[in-house]
């Protein structure tokens, strides 16, 4: 065989860029779908959700955590392991309100967005809002009721990408009738 | 490093969303392939350029479609393809024995009907890399039983 060489392209790296572009496919044909931003922030955050009510049976198949004891532990959970398993980034943890209900995860650079340019009619767009609805969806399958959201985004002139996630409430679990 | 699972969640939820928007009359289900398909193709493009910008040029397009089975396959699903057949007139058939988008959903005749579906961006794909390459072409899919398949590339001559 000739062309054995030269071929060792990184499969990894390429693998995460096989996803980034076809995120931005999908939020293209949103774009088009759709005719104002709000419902493509609407729609990706739906879909973000149904991905990460899903994607949180794989993350504690595979990774051995058991139930966080607080916030802050749930924060360094998904900070440090959930973002360096699928994403391969580990976001800095900061911005702790004086209650420990909230805090911003700071991601320096985000890997949705590695080929991306918004153009300037698209300036609500929040391109990367799917991440959002899996954080969601996730821990609503922990028992926790979260709200999260972008407060600042390189792709629209922020130095650097801030997920904003904000603690609501624990969720009782509905035990059927008569079971301990 | 990036783990594969994303990519699956995220391939099943755009099948979700294409689908959720139309109702299923054939018309509407050929549409709504040939928007996956273009997807894919979209993908397939970007993905090549990236992939093949260190190497050299191909010798034929024999060469091209063994490029596909190997690396391209080997970067997308983590194995190469498992079978390439052709009848040296432009058809080529690749066979995968495991695909990997099927494998999470069957392993028999269950569920055959939704396998289309599975298939319409991984045919845009790859349909994509050869556009790149300088080789034109219709790529379709077919499954009798998953998760094995088989995608047909046509090469159209250029003229």
Not at chain 2, 105 to 118: D, V
Request: glycine content about 6%.
């Amino acid at each position: 065989m000739s062309r054995q060489s030269n071929r060792t392209a990184d499969s990894k790296k390429m693998n995460s860029e096989l996803f980034t572009l076809t995120y931005g496919a999908l939020v293209t044909q949103l774009c088009k779908d759709y005719e104002n931003d709000e419902e493509v922030n609407k729609q990706l955050d739906k879909m973000g959700y149904n991905i990460g009510v899903r994607l949180i049976e794989d993350f504690l198949a595979r990774s051995n955590i058991g139930r966080c004891q607080d916030f802050r532990e749930t924060a360094d959970v998904i900070a440090k392991i959930a973002f360096k398993m699928y994403l391969g980034v580990t976001p800095s943890v900061t911005n702790w309100s004086p209650a420990g209900d909230e805090f911003s995860l700071i991601l320096e650079n985000n890997p949705l967005v590695d080929f991306v340019e918004l153009p300037d009619n698209h300036s609500t767009l929040i391109y990367s809002n799917l991440l959002c609805g899996v954080l969601r969806g996730a821990l609503e399958m922990v028992q926790m009721a979260v709200d999260v959201k972008f407060t600042q985004d390189t792709l629209r002139g922020d130095n650097v990408t801030e997920i904003r996630m904000k603690f609501i409430k624990r969720i009782e679990e509905n035990l059927p009738a008569g079971d301990e | 490093m990036a783990d594969e699972a994303p990519f699956q969640f995220l391939h099943n939820e755009l099948i979700q969303y294409i689908y959720s928007s139309a109702d299923n009359t054939a018309a509407e289900n050929g549409r709504n392939i040939t928007k996956l398909e273009n997807m894919g193709f979209r993908v397939g493009q970007g993905l090549i350029e990236r992939l093949t910008k260190d190497m050299s040029r191909f010798k034929d397009e024999l060469d091209v479609m063994k490029f596909i089975c190997k690396d391209f396959w080997t970067c997308v699903f983590k194995k190469q393809i498992d079978n390439l057949r052709t009848n040296h007139q432009g058809i080529y058939v690749l066979q995968d024995n495991k695909f990997r988008l099927l494998s999470n959903l069957s392993a028999g005749k269950q569920y055959l009907e939704h396998a289309p579906k599975y298939l319409a961006f991984t045919c845009g794909l790859v349909r994509g890399a050869l556009c790149s390459l300088g080789v034109k072409s219709i790529v379709t899919a077919e499954v009798s039983v998953m998760p094995s398949c088989k995608f047909q590339v046509m090469i159209q001559k250029m003229s």
